[in-house]
């Protein structure tokens, strides 16, 4: 079993930063396309940003500026740096991998980490 374990949420105000983590077994960073998503009460769970093995990012319209996904493959270790947090961007965030297998997708997933934007 896979193991993803996400870290660094908290409560931050309004326009503060964190900084969320992510970290998993060596093969995982090897090879797998990993990425961010979030879920807020009540509502789906949305990708956030993604990166590939090689580097390249993709981020959702909402944070592009503001966010910023980045992995040390060596650490095994992603990273999330979220700045400028509003308040609706409270939520559960995920750490999710996934590869591309003959039979379809091979994904895995964190248990989550809480972010809480308030005053």
């Known amino acids: 079993q896979v193991q993803l374990v996400e870290s660094g949420g908290g409560l931050v105000q309004p326009g503060g930063s964190l900084r969320l983590s992510c970290s998993g077994p060596?093969?995982?960073?090897?090879?797998?396309?990993m990425a961010w998503y979030r879920q807020a009460p009540g509502k789906q769970r949305d990708l956030v940003a993604s990166i590939t093995s090689g580097g390249v990012t993709n981020y959702a319209d909402s944070v592009k500026g503001r966010f910023t996904i980045s992995r040390d493959n060596p650490k095994t270790t992603m990273y999330q740096q979220m700045n400028s947090l509003e308040p609706e961007e409270t939520a559960v965030y995920y750490c999710n991998a996934k590869f591309l297998v003959p039979s379809g997708v091979e994904e895995y997933w964190g248990e989550g980490t809480q972010v809480t934007v308030s005053s």
């Open positions: 060596m093969h995982i960073f090897r090879s797998y396309e």
